[in-house]
Each structure stands twice: as structure tokens, then as C-alpha cells.
């Protein structure tokens, strides 16, 4: 091997344990893992909702401060209705108030017999259709996210509707002709509500729920007249229903991105 040679090898030699080197102090480089977006529940949302409900109507009859008798009714019917609300989210707690208003077309009818004991009334008979046109709610809301984009929640608070009776009462007086009256009630009663619901992320700002909801308006209070009778009946109503609805959030300000 001749001296120019040697040279050429020796700097081949010393050219590659410097790029060797190189490598070596240069540090590695770690990417980070993509993590899913966390949802933010933050912010104002308005919405629909389509359900059933389904009740029962108790009323106990008095006739001069004395009980004569009761009865009861089960009414039932399609629910539907917007709603709209506001959350606010601290860490895995969701805060929030919701109100809505429904139409409904909950209804249902039922006879009933009393025995008046009075002149000039000996029997009383009634027939009633019983309905709740309306209600609404404003209602807080508490929750739980359990996992990434599904929120968990309890809600409760004020409830309003439309009572409504339609019937005929009926006297039968012992060497009379029956005597039939026409009645309707009409009244909007304050009252509670409680429930529990699920609400998840679909896509974009839409959001979907499934809601039980229980309502006790307030008792009512009405009078039966007949020819030279009146009686009392002291109504109290509950009602039920599951509904299911679409949310779309404004200001929505994005996924929180996890670092």
C-alpha cells in the first residue's frame, strides 16, 4: 500500500468516528401521545324533546266540611316541547339550570258515585274527562361525567300547568227527574318537579338526552253544584313521563386538548 493510500484511509478513519460521534450527542427525540379531546360543557344550549307521560288524578268529596266519598282517574298521553338551558363545568361536576315549557296531551275520564245523604240530592253521579293541556319547569341540574363526553345528572325545582276537568254531575232525588249539570274546571297550578337524566356528545355542538321526570302540581280545589247542593272536591294530581330530546350548544368554545 502506497503512503498516499495510507493517508486516504486514515482520513476515511477519522471522518467517520466524528459523524459517529455526532450521532451519539445528539439527544433522541420522544413524541408526545395524541389524546382524545376532552368535551367542555360548558355553555348556553336550547333544544327539543318528544316523550309519554302518564298520571293519576285522587279526589276526595266533602259536603258541608263532612266526607261523602273519592275517587280516582289514570290519564295518559304524548308530551313534546323545547327546552333551554346553561351549564358550567368544574372539573368532572357539571352545573347547570334548565327551563321548558310542553304541551301535552295527556288525558283520561271516570265515573264516579256518591251517596249525598241530603235533600235534595239522595245520589250523585259523575263523569269526568280529565286532561293536562300544559306544563313547564325551571329546574337545576347537578351532574357527573363518568367518562369523556357522556354527562350523568339529577334536576329539580319549580313546576306549572293547566288542570282542566270536563264532566257532568247528575242528580237523582227520590220522586224527581234526574237533574244533570255541566261543568269545567280550569286551573293553572304551581307545584315541583324531580328527575334524573343521561345527556352525550353526537357530534359537532349536538348533544342528545334521555330524561324521567316527576311532577306534583299543587292540589285543587273545586265545587259540584246541583239544585240546592254544592259539594266539594279537593283534587290532587301526579304525573310521570320519559322524554327524549337533541340539544345544540352556542358558544361552544372547542375541546379542551389533553397535554
Known amino acids: 500500500m502506497t503512503r498516499l493510500q495510507l493517508w486516504g484511509f486514515a482520513v476515511l478513519m477519522l471522518v467517520a468516528q466524528a459523524a459517529s460521534a455526532a450521532d451519539l450527542s445528539r439527544a433522541p427525540t420522544y413524541k408526545a401521545p395524541i389524546t382524545a379531546p376532552v368535551y367542555n360543557w360548558t355553555g348556553l344550549y336550547v333544544g327539543g324533546n318528544v316523550g309519554f307521560g302518564w298520571g293519576k288524578e285522587t279526589n276526595d268529596y266533602t259536603l258541608g266540611g263532612f266526607p261523602i266519598?273519592?275517587?280516582?282517574?289514570?290519564?295518559?298521553?304524548?308530551?313534546?316541547g323545547f327546552q333551554a338551558g346553561y351549564n358550567?363545568?368544574?372539573?368532572?361536576?357539571?352545573?347547570?339550570?334548565?327551563?321548558?315549557?310542553?304541551?301535552?296531551?295527556?288525558?283520561?275520564?271516570h265515573t264516579s258515585t256518591l251517596g249525598c245523604g241530603a235533600a235534595p240530592c239522595g245520589l250523585l253521579t259523575q263523569t269526568f274527562a280529565d286532561k293536562l293541556p300544559w306544563f313547564g319547569t325551571l329546574r337545576a341540574r347537578v351532574g357527573f361525567t363518568p367518562t369523556n363526553g357522556w354527562l350523568l345528572y339529577t334536576t329539580?325545582?319549580?313546576?306549572?300547568?293547566?288542570?282542566?276537568d270536563n264532566g257532568t254531575a247528575t242528580a237523582f232525588t227520590a220522586g224527581a227527574a234526574p237533574t244533570a249539570v255541566p261543568f269545567t274546571f280550569l286551573d293553572t297550578k304551581l307545584g315541583w318537579?324531580?328527575?334524573?337524566?343521561?345527556?352525550?356528545?353526537?357530534?359537532?355542538?349536538?348533544?342528545?338526552?334521555?330524561?324521567?321526570?316527576?311532577?306534583?302540581p299543587d292540589d285543587v280545589s273545586q265545587a259540584v253544584s246541583v239544585p240546592g247542593v254544592t259539594f266539594t272536591a279537593n283534587g290532587h294530581t301526579y304525573d310521570n313521563m320519559v322524554r327524549a330530546g337533541l340539544n345544540y350548544r352556542f358558544g361552544w368554545?372547542?375541546?379542551v386538548i389533553g397535554k
Open 193 to 216: 318537579a324531580l328527575g334524573v337524566g343521561v345527556e352525550a356528545a353526537l357530534t359537532g355542538d349536538w348533544t342528545w338526552k334521555l330524561e324521567y321526570l316527576y311532577l306534583k
Open 88 to 109: 358550567l363545568q368544574s372539573g368532572n361536576w357539571v352545573f347547570g339550570l334548565e327551563t321548558d315549557i310542553q304541551g301535552s296531551g295527556q288525558m283520561g275520564s
Open 253 to 255: 368554545d372547542g375541546p
Open 156 to 164: 329539580g325545582g319549580l313546576a306549572y300547568g293547566e288542570l282542566k
Open 69 to 80: 266519598g273519592s275517587d280516582s282517574s289514570v290519564f295518559s298521553g304524548i308530551i313534546g
